[in-house]
């Protein structure tokens, strides 16, 4: 089963029965909470009161995934990764499509990865659009790329045609290079 993402605008981060509703909507449909992965914005956190908080810790109580996206764009953002029960990391691409030319970039790109890691973290690097980005990801262990080097972003009525393509690409891709998924390191 793929992971359903659902992206946070903040309108229901105070809405304290929002994970109770969204486990039932899954359950409706036959998706375990665990597959379902919460993106909020850094910037979103920067409200981080005590309701936020109940209703993230909520959402991960009931297995679902939380994501902090755009991470180092925000304001106080490891007392945020101190506080925040997230999963997952996604590293701004302002940061991933910069590391090749900047060297500051790219030791805070591999000092991100390192740390959500150490923090038992998936770490997604956003706006990966070369092969050189992607290989030195490679390098410093990113678990995951996503960006326009993949696909630029699909119109929801051409997504179940977008998938079939990939995914037949994918399984030869997978099939040729031995690896499952050739863009995630080994």
């Known amino acids: 089963m793929q992971r359903i993402l659902v992206i946070d605008d903040d309108c229901d981060i105070g809405d304290l029965g929002f994970p109770d509703s969204l486990v039932s909507i899954a359950e409706k449909h036959g998706v375990s909470p665990q597959n379902i992965t919460i993106e909020i914005t850094e910037t979103g956190l920067i409200h981080e009161d005590s309701v936020a908080l109940d209703i ?25 990764l101190k506080k925040i029960p997230a999963t997952e990391l996604k590293i701004d691409k302002s940061f991933v499509q910069e590391m090749t030319l900047n060297v ?34 490679r390098l410093f262990g990113c678990d995951s790329a996503q960006g326009y080097l993949f696909s630029r972003a699909v119109p929801a009525e051409e997504m179940v045609t977008w998938l079939r393509t990939y995914s037949t690409q994918l399984a030869h891709a997978s099939v040729q290079s031995g690896e499952l998924f050739p863009w995630q390191p080994q």
């Open 56 to 80: 993230l810790t909520r959402q991960r109580l009931k297995r679902m995934q939380l994501s902090i996206d755009d991470f180092g764009t925000g304001y106080a953002m490891m007392r945020q």
């Open 104 to 137: 500051r970039d790219r030791v805070m790109v591999q000092k991100t990865i390192e740390m959500g890691r150490d923090l038992t973290m998936h770490v997604i690097a956003e706006g990966v659009e070369t092969e050189e980005q992607l290989d030195i990801l």
